[in-house]
Nanobody, 115 residues
Framework: QVQLVESGGGLVQPGGSLRLSCAAS????????MGWYRQAPGKQREFVAG???????NYADSVKGRFTISRDNANDAVNLQMDNLKPEDTAVYFC?????????WGQGTQVTVSS
């Protein structure tokens, strides 16, 4: 079992920045990929950014050039630096970890971009 705890959400004005963090505990040795998803009100959960254990990263087109994912393999943590935030980035952000074929989720952290 893997437990994930997110932190760092909040309210920010358009153009501002936030940094999300996710710490894993439990069977951390089994984790290969980690990433972030988000879900806005009335919409389906969508992929934001991912990082594999070998350092490869990928991003949704909507956040490329604005968001940066970083992985701390030693501590099985993953961060999401979000710059130039837009109102459409408002959502609950979820940390995800893959262990074999099992997907684990954090409880989510709210990000609100508004003036």
């Amino acid at each position: 079992q893997v437990q994930l705890v997110e932190s760092g959400g909040g309210l920010v004005q358009p153009g501002g920045s936030l940094r999300l963090s996710c710490a894993a505990s439990g069977s951390r040795y089994s984790i290969n990929a980690m990433g972030w998803y988000r879900q806005a009100p009335g919409k389906q959960r969508e992929f934001v950014a991912g990082s594999s254990s070998n350092g490869n990263t990928n991003y949704a087109d909507s956040v490329k050039g604005r968001f940066t994912i970083s992985r701390d393999n030693a501590n099985d943590a993953v961060n999401l630096q979000m710059d130039n935030l837009k109102p459409e980035d408002t959502a609950v952000y979820f940390c995800n970890a893959l262990s074999g074929s099992t997907s684990y989720w954090g409880q989510g952290t709210q990000v609100t971009v508004s003036s």
